[in-house]
């Protein structure tokens, strides 16, 4: 049986405030989600003037990228370059830019998805909260 690393709250908080002064220091109006490694919502926060669908994409993304364990512009990548049935898959709805796998010692513990803005964006703000973990 093998231990993971769990995030914390504390964690939590900390990669939030994070993507929070991030996307305020460019004055950029998002969506910013947390997800666990199973892709369950720890934290959403709307910032203000950011569209409500994004509080329904930001989830989505991190959901995404927590259970492929990659970057959901992985798949945005592999649907745009022809393989369209990869929009069937079960259980992936975030398949755009802007969800985040977070790993700790080689394993995923969850993923940050940020909705918003253009989607380089929206994944410089994810790698911004991850970044402070």
């Known amino acids: 049986m093998k231990s993971t690393p769990q995030l914390e709250l504390a964690d939590v908080k900390r990669m939030a ?19 666990d490694a199973g892709g369950h919502l720890l934290w959403l926060q709307r910032l203000d003037g950011a569209a409500p669908v994004s509080a329904q994409i930001a989830p989505a993304k991190a959901h995404t990228a927590a259970l492929g364990r990659r970057e959901s512009k992985v798949y945005e990548d592999m649907i745009n370059q022809g393989r ?12 755009l830019e802007g969800g985040v796998p977070i790993l700790v010692e080689g394993q995923c513990v969850g993923a940050v998805g940020v909705s918003g ?11 911004a909260a991850v970044s402070a973990l």
């Open 17 to 35: 405030a994070a993507a929070e002064a991030h996307a305020q220091s460019h004055g950029w109006a998002v969506c910013i989600a947390i997800v």
């Open 117 to 127: 803005v253009k989607s380089i964006e929206d994944a410089e703000i994810a790698r």
């Open 84 to 95: 369209t049935s990869f929009l069937s898959a079960p259980g992936l709805a975030g398949l």
